[in-house]
């Protein structure tokens, strides 16, 4: 429309109006983080009792060791919550970075990538807490319980569990991202499929790298979902890929 300025092709930006533009996008993905950070950290005891949940029967309270680390505490789980509250936005800037190199039609797909891979990442961290960390839990705090009990520190913990839990927020966007590489042709249906062995693979030592146990319940219970979700990508991209012809 006349008087409007034009949004500008991949191929008519420079490298340094693609950094400008990249830097932009973190900007506002880091306003959004602070944002529901410091949003969340109103309500950090809640969160945190949430977050205890899964040890509540065997944990009445953590222990800290320096008179920093309750404090600290408090800001990883402000900074998880936040990022978990905030992922919408910055999936948001995401697309706003990578839109001008698509189609005018394949533009049109942005709430439809914001919107999956929202729920896709909220998805693996709600598996993170209520399956996942669960069964890890119950299995090492059952390691010499009738010698030991457990005394355990808020830090440690909190390490724990955001390392799972972005872990499996983040292999959960596998359809998402796979859906887009096949959306602009990096991908197809057939190759994916032709990699199926040497992706269960991968999937296996990434489960084997979330999970903190190495025994073959936890294992098996990373690597399912992980192997469905990728069974699904390949759907995913095969409705594309018909759609795009």
């Not at 109103?42 to 977050?51: G, H, L, N, Y």
Request: aromatic share 12%; proline share 6%.
């Amino acid at each position: 429309m006349p008087g409007l300025p034009q949004e500008p092709s991949s191929q008519e930006l420079t490298l340094i109006e693609h950094l400008g533009e990249l830097r932009r996008r973190l900007g506002w993905s880091l306003l959004s983080f602070i944002a529901a950070t410091a949003v969340c950290f109103s309500q950090v005891e809640r969160i945190i009792i949430f977050i205890k949940s899964p040890i509540a029967s065997e944990v009445d309270k953590f222990a800290f060791f320096s008179p920093t680390e309750a404090f600290v505490a408090y800001m990883k789980v402000s900074a998880l919550a936040g990022l978990v509250t905030s992922m919408p936005l910055i999936l948001w800037q995401i697309w706003l970075f990578i839109r001008p190199g698509l189609s005018k039609k394949e533009r049109g797909y942005g709430l439809v990538f914001v919107g999956w891979g929202s729920v896709l990442f909220g998805a693996g961290v709600a598996f993170a807490f209520w399956v996942l960390l669960p069964v890890s839990l119950r299995f090492l705090l059952g390691i010499g319980e009738a010698l030991f009990e457990p005394i355990i520190s808020i830090d440690r913990y909190l390490s724990f569990v955001i390392a799972i839990a972005l872990g499996c927020g983040l292999t959960f966007e596998l359809p998402v991202v796979l859906a887009t590489l096949a959306k602009v042709g990096i991908v197809t249906p057939e190759w994916l499929r032709q990699q199926r062995p040497l992706a269960i693979l991968g999937l296996v030592v990434i489960s084997a790298l979330i999970t903190p146990t190495t025994d073959i319940v936890n294992l098996t219970l990373m690597t399912l979902p992980l192997i469905f979700l990728y069974e699904l990508s390949i759907a995913v991209c095969a409705l594309v890929m018909r759609k795009k012809d």
